[in-house]
């Protein structure tokens, strides 16, 4: 079983900075893509930004030039730099990765907990 454990979440002023990290432990054979979505109140999860193992990227137009996804395979790890940050940007964070786990021949969808990222103005 894989588990996804994330870093990173907080409180910070309208235009600061966060980093948050997500990390995958267990029997992992590969990882495809991973990346993070994001949840408010009231509104449904929606995806912020993506990256496959090769390099791709792909960023939500509300992010774009602000954030920025990057990963360590070796780490089996996930970050996501947060600058210029917004009071519309508050939500729960969530990672999320495409994972092969040892002896399996399907890939399944991995969820972290969430973590909390609040923009004050």
């Known amino acids: 079983q894989v588990q996804l454990v994330e870093f990173g979440g907080g409180l910070v002023q309208a235009g600061g900075s966060l980093r948050l990290s997500c990390a995958a432990f267990g029997s992992i054979f590969r990882i495809n893509s991973m990346g993070w979505y994001r949840q408010a109140p009231g509104k449904q999860r929606e995806l912020v930004a993506g990256?496959?193992?090769?390099?791709?990227?792909n960023y939500a137009d509300s992010v774009k030039g602000r954030f920025t996804i990057s990963r360590d395979n070796a780490k089996n790890t996930v970050y996501l730099q947060m600058n210029s940050l917004k009071p519309e940007d508050t939500a729960v964070y969530y990672c999320?990765?495409?994972?092969?786990?040892?002896?399996?021949?399907?890939?399944?969808?991995?969820w972290g907990q969430g973590t909390q990222v609040t923009v004050s103005s």
């Open positions: 999320n990765a495409e994972t092969l786990a040892n002896g399996e021949a399907l890939y399944r969808d991995s």
């Open positions: 990256i496959i193992s090769g390099g791709s990227t």
